[in-house]
């Protein structure tokens, strides 16, 4: 069996699943946002149910439209912070406290390997980075999950990627998974689960692999699966006191499909409008002017993408035609960022930076285009009107790709500066 | 139980963000979303659809966000069932779990053209389109869905 079969098998008390079984699992964690969680806890209250499965297994984060936009958000949060509280939910984390919820989690120690975890947000999957099951459901899922403590599945099949060869200088996490769905589609891992492996994945940071799994989704996987190794165990000793159980792949574990990709020549990419599958090298964009850079988000607002970007922003401006917006993930990574002088150097480049928030990568606000308005950003999703006006443009890359383009006014590789 | 209707089509990949955009996700009210329905392909469909009519679209219908104010928003417009190539799988599940109709067939979502007018047996899996007399048929859900399906959705399933 795959990992991810073998953690499935255990939740639902099997020795064995095999692809396309339906199932009816124990759920660890059952994760929810302010956009996600109101329809969940009508569908909870309508239930008559009059207390929540487990109230440490529950977690609650307001990060989408927060610090409140306006007051219909402000009454999305309401009705979160109500539940949290009547139902003295251990982890709801408030403005202040909070982060981008797929940044938070793993922050917090909440997610360990081996674990089920389903999330009102399709970005859940980020949490395969650790070794854990981790899919994006809807909030019915949600309800019945606070209800039940469980959640059914289809067992997904495995396709295997394998990464060959060194990491060439600006090459991360990103740029690894932009080729691949580049490779294979926004449906090339449909119903499927993506197991990530090779030597470059072994000297992938943690945070590179949390990139990763995060945008398994946008090839249509149900979720994105690393195998916990010395560098997963050190990223998590200071954050969990825990036992946990790790989970192989066997060496006969069956896959679907084999995928291998050699890094060593892979050039920092770029996804155009409006796809995540529309990808080709920065280099190739020649002219591609922007209005505005957006560096944060649950793919990439974490502490090592702020360093990378900081790196070449280092004693540069933003091209005077661009708007910089620098998100930290969290309110640790905030003051990470500060302590080691990357806030500084983001402000002396004449960035604004921001508290954390989803905000502009769901269009929802702090950095919203307008008609005709392109953006660089090293969000996950460029569809139509997918960061404001419905004739917008959104591109996708790392943070090295979006500190040059905002340097240079234009799509630039970060080679070039 | 069977039904007709009209059909619109749409293309591959239509994302959530195109059935409903996640500026418009301050609300849950179903009466505000569906204000909203498929804007960024067509500002003026809602106005467009009848209350019965179907939507028959490419591969992928439904991907991206997990939100589940998407197949609310098909479900409260009146679209009385969705036919595609496939479905990306959190709206497909979602749809299962709130008692959207659905069903998956690449070959009427190729063939099937817009205004046609088309029959659904859902007990059969069969699609037929009254346009062209041809039938396609489809695989059927697995029992455990058709249970989910015959229960109403899931949260009436957890109460049995």
Same mark, same amino acid.
């Given at each position: 069996?795959?990992?991810?079969?073998?953690?499935?098998?255990?939740?639902?008390?099997?020795?064995?699943?095999?692809?396309?079984?339906?199932?009816?699992?124990?759920?660890?964690?059952?994760?929810?946002?302010?956009?996600?969680?109101?329809?969940?806890?009508?569908?909870?209250?309508?239930?008559?149910?009059?207390?929540?499965?487990?109230?440490?297994?529950?977690?609650?984060?307001?990060?989408?439209?927060?610090?409140?936009?306006?007051?219909?958000?402000?009454?999305?949060?309401?009705?979160?912070?109500?539940?949290?509280?009547?139902?003295?939910?251990?982890?709801?984390?408030?403005?202040?406290?909070?982060?981008?919820?797929?940044?938070?989690?793993?922050?917090?120690?909440?997610?360990?390997?081996?674990?089920?975890?389903?999330?009102?947000?399709?970005?859940?999957?980020?949490?395969?980075?650790?070794?854990?099951?981790?899919?994006?459901?809807?909030?019915?899922?949600?309800?019945?999950?606070?209800?039940?403590?469980?959640?059914?599945?289809?067992?997904?099949?495995?396709?295997?990627?394998?990464?060959?060869?060194?990491?060439?200088?600006?090459?991360?996490?990103?740029?690894?998974?932009?080729?691949?769905?580049?490779?294979?589609?926004?449906?090339?891992?449909?119903?499927?689960?993506?197991?990530?492996?090779?030597?470059?994945?072994?000297?992938?940071?943690?945070?590179?692999?949390?990139?990763?799994?995060?945008?398994?989704?946008?090839?249509?996987?149900?979720?994105?699966?690393?195998?916990?190794?010395?560098?997963?165990?050190?990223?998590?000793?200071?954050?969990?006191?825990?036992?946990?159980?790790?989970?192989?792949?066997?060496?006969?574990?069956?896959? !679907? *499909?084999?995928?291998?990709?050699?890094?060593?020549? =892979? &050039?920092? $990419?770029?996804?155009? #409008?409006?796809?995540?599958?529309? %990808?080709?090298?920065?280099?190739?964009?020649?002219?591609?002017?922007?209005?505005?850079?957006?560096?944060?988000?649950?793919?990439?607002?974490? !502490? *090592?993408?702020?360093?990378?970007?900081?790196?070449? =922003? &280092?004693? $540069?401006?933003?091209? #005077?035609?661009?708007?910089?917006? %620098?998100?930290?993930?969290?309110?640790?990574?905030?003051?990470?960022?500060?302590?080691?002088?990357?806030?500084?150097?983001?402000?002396?480049?004449?960035?604004?930076?921001?508290?954390?928030?989803?905000?502009?990568?769901?269009?929802?606000?702090?950095?919203?285009?307008?008609?005709?308005?392109?953006?660089?950003?090293?969000?996950?999703?460029?569809?139509?009107?997918?960061?404001?006006?419905?004739?917008?443009?959104?591109?996708?890359?790392?943070?090295?790709?979006?500190?040059?383009?905002?340097?240079?006014?234009?799509?630039?590789?970060?080679?070039?500066? | 139980?069977?039904?007709?209707?009209?059909?619109?089509?749409?293309?591959?990949?239509?994302?959530?963000?195109?059935?409903?955009?996640?500026?418009?996700?301050?609300?849950?009210?179903?009466?505000?979303?569906?204000?909203?329905?498929?804007?960024?392909?067509?500002?003026?469909?809602?106005?467009?659809?009848?209350?019965?009519?179907?939507?028959?679209?490419?591969?992928?219908?439904?991907?991206?966000?997990?939100?589940?104010?998407?197949?609310?928003?098909?479900?409260?417009?009146?679209?009385?069932?969705?036919?595609?190539?496939?479905?990306?799988?959190?709206?497909?599940?979602?749809?299962?779990?709130?008692?959207?109709?659905?069903?998956?067939?690449?070959?009427?979502?190729?063939?099937?053209?817009?205004?046609?007018?088309?029959?659904?047996?859902?007990?059969?899996?069969?699609?037929?389109?009254?346009?062209?007399?041809?039938?396609?048929?489809?695989?059927?859900?697995?029992?455990?869905?058709?249970?989910?399906?015959?229960?109403?959705?899931?949260?009436?399933?957890?109460?049995?």
């Amino acid at each position: 069996m795959t990992i991810t079969e073998k953690i499935l098998a255990k939740h639902c008390g099997k020795k064995e699943v095999v692809p396309g079984e339906l199932i009816l699992a124990k759920v660890d964690l059952a994760l929810s946002n302010d956009v996600t969680a109101p329809l969940a806890i009508n569908e909870f209250k309508k239930s008559g149910t009059k207390k929540v499965f487990d109230r440490n297994k529950v977690v609650l984060v307001p990060d989408h439209f927060t610090p409140n936009k306006d007051i219909a958000s402000a009454e999305q949060c309401k009705v979160m912070r109500c539940f949290a509280r009547e139902q003295k939910i251990t982890n709801f984390y408030e403005v202040g406290r909070m982060g981008v919820e797929h940044a938070l989690l793993p922050e917090q120690g909440l997610v360990k390997p081996g674990m089920v975890i389903i999330g009102a947000d399709s970005h859940t999957c980020t949490y395969g980075a650790l070794g854990a099951f981790a899919t994006g459901v809807g909030s019915t899922d949600i309800a019945a999950a606070m209800v039940t403590g469980k959640a059914w599945f289809k067992v997904p099949a495995t396709m295997k990627f394998i990464y060959h060869g060194k990491m060439p200088k600006w090459i991360g996490g990103k740029d690894l998974i932009l080729h691949t769905i580049g490779d294979i589609g926004v449906d090339g891992a449909l119903y499927n689960s993506m197991e990530f492996t090779g030597n470059a994945i072994d000297n992938l940071s943690v945070e590179g692999r949390l990139t990763m799994a995060n945008m398994a989704i946008e090839a249509g996987g149900k979720n994105g699966i690393f195998h916990v190794d010395k560098k997963t165990i050190e990223y998590l000793k200071d954050k969990t006191k825990d036992k946990y159980t790790i989970f192989e792949s066997d060496n006969d574990a069956k896959y !679907i *499909s084999v995928h291998e990709y050699d890094v060593s020549k =892979l &050039k920092p $990419k770029v996804a155009a #409008p409006h796809l995540p599958s529309n %990808v080709k090298s920065a280099v190739e964009y020649k002219n591609v002017m922007i209005d505005q850079v957006i560096i944060g988000s649950c793919t990439n607002g974490r !502490i *090592s993408d702020l360093r990378v970007a900081a790196a070449i =922003l &280092k004693n $540069k401006k933003v091209h #005077p035609y661009v708007r910089l917006i %620098v998100i930290p993930a969290t309110q640790k990574i905030y003051q990470q960022a500060m302590k080691e002088g990357l806030l500084d150097i983001f402000i002396n480049a004449n960035a604004a930076v921001s508290t954390p928030t989803c905000g502009p990568c769901l269009g929802g606000h702090m950095g919203i285009l307008g008609e005709g308005e392109r953006a660089l950003a090293t969000t996950n999703r460029n569809f139509v009107g997918r960061m404001g006006h419905p004739k917008s443009e959104v591109y996708l890359s790392g943070p090295a790709v979006a500190a040059a383009s905002a340097i240079k006014g234009k799509i630039t590789s970060p080679e070039e500066i | 139980m069977k039904i007709q209707g009209k059909v619109w089509k749409f293309k591959d990949d239509v994302n959530t963000d195109e059935i409903i955009p996640a500026r418009r996700l301050n609300t849950s009210d179903p009466k505000e979303l569906v204000k909203y329905f498929m804007e960024d392909i067509d500002t003026d469909f809602i106005n467009k659809m009848k209350p019965g009519d179907i939507i028959v679209a490419g591969k992928n219908f439904g991907c991206g966000s997990s939100r589940e104010h998407a197949p609310i928003a098909v479900k409260y417009s009146g679209i009385s069932a969705v036919i595609a190539g496939s479905f990306a799988r959190i709206f497909y599940r979602n749809a299962i779990n709130i008692g959207l109709p659905i069903l998956e067939s690449p070959d009427a979502a190729a063939e099937i053209k817009e205004g046609d007018k088309i029959e659904i047996d859902f007990d059969q899996g069969q699609i037929k389109n009254l346009t062209t007399n041809k039938i396609y048929e489809t695989a059927p859900f697995p029992p455990f869905m058709q249970e989910l399906i015959s229960a109403g959705g899931l949260m009436s399933w957890i109460k049995k």
